[in-house]
C-alpha cells in the first residue's frame, strides 16, 4: 500500500485562512505575515497573537539538532507540559501545513462552527493518543480535500515533485502545570512547539509575549543552524472583538 501524499501548503495568510474558514473557524482570528524578527517588524504584527507557524528548511545541522533533541528529552525529560495541550502525529507525507493549522487552532481558544469539520474532528480525537488521531486524519478526506484546495489557491505553481524538504511547525502558549497557585499570571506560562514529526510536545521555556519569545526561539534553534534564508512565519491573530 502506497503512503498518503498530500500536496504542500505555501506559508501564506491567504491560503491559511482559506484553509480555517472552509474547516469551520467561526471567530475573527486570522493568520497575518511576520515580515521579519526585528523589533520594528515584530510591531507590524497586531497585539494578541495566539499562535505562531513556522515554515523552515528540515535538512543539514536543524535535522540532526531536532533528532538529538528528541533523544535528549526521551533519556532525561523536560519541564512538564499542561495535558490539556492537543498535540498529534503526523503521518501523512506533506501535511504539515494542516498539522500548523490544526495544532495552532486547536490550541488557541478560538471558535468554531457547531458540527464543521474542525468542530467534529475535536469531538473525535477526545481521549485519543497521538497516534490514534492521526488514523482518524488520515480516514477524513474531508481534511484532505480541504488541505488540496488550499494547497491550489496559493501564488505557487504545484510542484510536479511533491518532495519536500521545508516543513512546518507551530509554537503556542499553555500554563505552566508547575506554577499554578504560585506565581503571577506573567509568570505562569510556557511556549510549547507543536510539531507532528518529532516525538511529543517541546517546552520552549517561560512565555511572557508569545510573539517576542517564539521570535527568540526561531533565531537561537532555527536561523542560527542553517545558511538558507527560506524560512516563513505567520501569526494567528485574535482579531477585532
Not at 478526506?141 to 505557487?156: D, K, M, Y
Request: hydrophobic fraction near 35%; include cysteine; aromatic fraction near 8%.
Amino acid at each position: 500500500m502506497s503512503e498518503s501524499r498530500w500536496i504542500p501548503l505555501e506559508s501564506n495568510p491567504d491560503v491559511f485562512n482559506s484553509w480555517a474558514a472552509t474547516a469551520g473557524l467561526s471567530s475573527k482570528a486570522h493568520f497575518e505575515d511576520i515580515y521579519g524578527l526585528d523589533p520594528e517588524l515584530l510591531g507590524m504584527v497586531p497585539e494578541g497573537v495566539k499562535a505562531v507557524t513556522l515554515l523552515f528548511p528540515c535538512s543539514g545541522t536543524i535535522a540532526t539538532k531536532r533528532k538529538e533533541e528528541d533523544e535528549r528529552i526521551a533519556a532525561q525529560g523536560q519541564h512538564s507540559i499542561d495535558p490539556t495541550i492537543f498535540w498529534m502525529k503526523q503521518t501523512i507525507v506533506n501535511a504539515c501545513g494542516t498539522m500548523g493549522l490544526l495544532h495552532a487552532l486547536i490550541n488557541s481558544n478560538v471558535t468554531f462552527a457547531p458540527e464543521s469539520p474542525l468542530a467534529r474532528f475535536i469531538d473525535e480525537c477526545k481521549d485519543k493518543t497521538p497516534l490514534e488521531r492521526a488514523k482518524i486524519l488520515e480516514e477524513t478526506s474531508l481534511f484532505e480535500r480541504i488541505h488540496t484546495s488550499a494547497a491550489t489557491s496559493g501564488q505557487t505553481t504545484v510542484p510536479g515533485d511533491l518532495d519536500t524538504y521545508f516543513h512546518f511547525t507551530c509554537f503556542v502558549r499553555a500554563p505552566d502545570v508547575t506554577a499554578r497557585g504560585t506565581e503571577t499570571q506573567a509568570r505562569g506560562w510556557r511556549v510549547i512547539e507543536l510539531d507532528g514529526a518529532r516525538n511529543g510536545p517541546i517546552d520552549r521555556g517561560e512565555c511572557t509575549s508569545l510573539l517576542q519569545d517564539v521570535a527568540k526561539i526561531v533565531k537561537e534553534h532555527y536561523i542560527k543552524e542553517s545558511k538558507s534564508v527560506n524560512f516563513s512565519m505567520m501569526a494567528l491573530c485574535s482579531g477585532q472583538d
